[in-house]
């Protein structure tokens, strides 16, 4: 299983994804709860790439881009020397795995954990933070944890699917519904990056969060706080199966070419148009993932 990359490198891959140019500012607590860490590990990663001038501080204002973004991100990791495994985030994968291939019961306490993965206090209590964070366990009232029952047979994702069927078409219909020229611009760049090569370079937290980023923009566009809520407790909930079924790339030319038309009828105010294109491309997507549903069983 391929192994989560560092936090500096992960906002490298965020920084391609949104096509980021020179002299956009990163946002500490933006980039945490983008990619649901604390401030301190953003902090840790904004000041190294800062001394790897791929971006420059300034005082009482925070990090910049200094320096385009151009290579994948896993290369230019590599190439700044800033690619090693993040502990944390490589353990938080194989619990993942090892829970979806049924290797964990659904209820267990912290300690058999640290002890099966080998973790530190510390690392024990981060691990735990995300996967808490994430939805997919809680604590038990008293002591232990469980593990949620949504997030382990293939049909979670496929039932995530139906719902954002409904769901989505249906907020580009939303009365008033704008989508500002910079966020279409900001999708199209991510979409052409991956025409570009990135389908296959990309790890796949930056596919997923590429399709969520998308997606989410479009429903923001509603102004419903009830169709924003609902997308993103969706998003939160089906991370795990994503990724698994991320092991199946094939289909994302067609994705990125999907994702461009909608942006350009929605750019167009054909959104009656792009509510029917929307329909097509979920649908399509599950379709597809029904035909791969054996990737995401134990």
Not at 6 to 33: K, M, N, R, W
Not at 85 to 105: E, K
Not at 273 to 280: D, G, I, L, T
Not at 286 to 295: F, P, T, Y
Request: with cysteine; net charge neutral.
């Amino acid at each position: 299983m391929r192994t989560e990359p560092t936090i500096a490198t992960q906002i490298l891959e965020l920084i391609q994804t949104e096509g980021l140019p020179v002299g956009s500012h990163l946002p500490a607590q933006l980039l945490a709860d983008r990619l649901r860490v604390s401030r301190s590990p953003i902090n840790e990663a904004l000041a190294l790439l800062a001394e790897k001038q791929i971006l420059r501080r300034e005082a009482n204002r925070g990090y910049f881009l200094a320096e385009p973004v151009q290579l994948p991100a896993k290369d230019l990791a590599e190439k700044l020397g800033i690619d090693e495994t993040n502990v944390v985030a490589d353990v938080y994968f194989r619990i993942a795995d090892d829970r979806l291939r049924g290797l964990l019961p659904s209820d267990f306490k912290e300690t058999e954990i640290r002890q099966r993965y080998g973790l530190t206090p510390a690392q024990l209590g981060s691990v735990m933070a995300r996967i808490a964070s994430e939805g997919w366990a809680e604590k038990k009232p008293g002591y232990g944890w469980t593990f949620s029952a949504m997030l382990t047979t293939a049909d979670s994702l496929l039932q995530s699917y139906r719902l954002r069927l409904a769901l989505e078409p249906a907020a580009l219909l939303e009365p008033g519904y704008r989508l500002a020229p910079e966020v279409i611009e900001r999708c199209r760049a991510a979409e052409r990056h991956l025409l570009q090569g990135g389908i296959a370079t990309d790890s796949a937290a930056a596919l997923h969060e590429r399709g969520v980023r998308f997606h989410e923009s479009l429903v923001e566009g509603s102004g419903n706080p009830f169709f924003i809520d609902t997308i993103r407790r969706v998003n939160r909930v089906r991370r795990l199966l994503s990724y698994r079924s991320m092991q199946e790339r094939s289909r994302y030319r067609e994705h990125c070419e999907q994702h461009l038309q909608l942006l350009d009828l929605l750019e167009r105010g054909r959104n009656d148009e792009a509510a029917q294109a929307m329909q097509v491309h979920l649908s399509s997507t599950l379709r597809n993932l029904e035909k791969i549903s054996a990737i995401l069983k134990p």
